[in-house]
């Protein structure tokens, strides 16, 4: 069975400094990694996705994901946090193998990014 | 270009009724999948619908079925409704059953 690990339940930055969102994952397999960001009342956006190629993944917003495949750990990073960027973030998982497309999301972590 | 839409927004039932929730796929989208998502958690695949047939399901009941039409729209059904159910309700579509899924704004079912 696929799974998600979101380790930290909140992150704190201050605007301008970088920040860092962890993830690990579980699959069999070869995974298809997925970030999205979860606005207050709101569904669920996409940021970015990982299938192959280039470990580290460029998304929406100045965010950037780096996949690790001997941790298993597919981490959200930017460089410089704003305070728009608070909110809540998950990472999600789906299986390659057959057609199975489920994702499998973690618990997420809420990023506050303060003056 | 309207991306997922979702009705109602909110809805308030009662232990033992029946609720349907509604969902309109993105623009070219085929594929419609629904997630529930408790206070606190993240969301949980219900189930998948492609070619109007459910393609995938997760671990949840018989009391939840669900429908795609010929447009590509979807319904999601819970009957005998448990104070468990209450929760937020996103559907997501995609291109296929292997693309990326693109949300909409949820339902949020509460039940009394």
């Known amino acids: 069975a696929q799974s998600v690990a979101q380790p930290e339940d909140q992150v704190n930055v201050a605007e301008g400094n970088p920040l860092t969102v962890k993830c690990t994952y579980s699959v069999s397999g070869n995974p298809y990694l997925f970030w999205y960001v979860q606005y207050p009342n709101r569904g669920l956006q996409f940021l970015l996705k990982?299938?192959?190629?280039?470990?580290l993944v460029k998304g929406s917003y100045g965010f950037e994901a780096e996949f690790n495949k001997s941790q298993t750990s597919f981490h959200l990073k930017k460089p410089s946090a704003l305070v728009s960027d608070s909110a809540l973030y998950f990472c999600a998982v789906r299986d390659r193998t057959g057609t199975a497309s489920k994702l499998t999301f973690g618990t997420g972590t809420r990023l506050q990014v303060t003056l | 270009d309207a991306g997922v839409t979702q009705s109602p927004t909110h809805l308030i039932k009662t232990r033992g009724q029946q609720v349907t929730l509604r969902c309109s796929p993105k623009?070219?989208?085929?594929?419609v999948s629904w997630y529930q998502q408790a206070l606190g958690q993240g969301p949980q695949f219900i189930f998948q619908?492609?070619?109007?047939?459910?393609?995938q399901r997760g671990n949840f009941p018989d009391r939840f079925s669900g429908h795609q039409f010929p447009n590509y729209s979807s319904e999601l059904n819970v009957n005998a409704l448990l104070l468990g159910d209450s929760a937020l309700y996103l559907c997501?579509?995609?291109?296929?059953?292997?693309?990326?899924?693109?949300f909409g704004p949820g339902t949020r079912l509460t039940v009394t």
């Open positions: 623009s070219g989208h085929d594929t």
């Open positions: 990982y299938i192959t190629g280039d470990n």
């Open positions: 619908y492609y070619e109007e047939e459910e393609r």
């Open positions: 997501a579509s995609s291109l296929g059953t292997g693309s990326v899924q693109y």
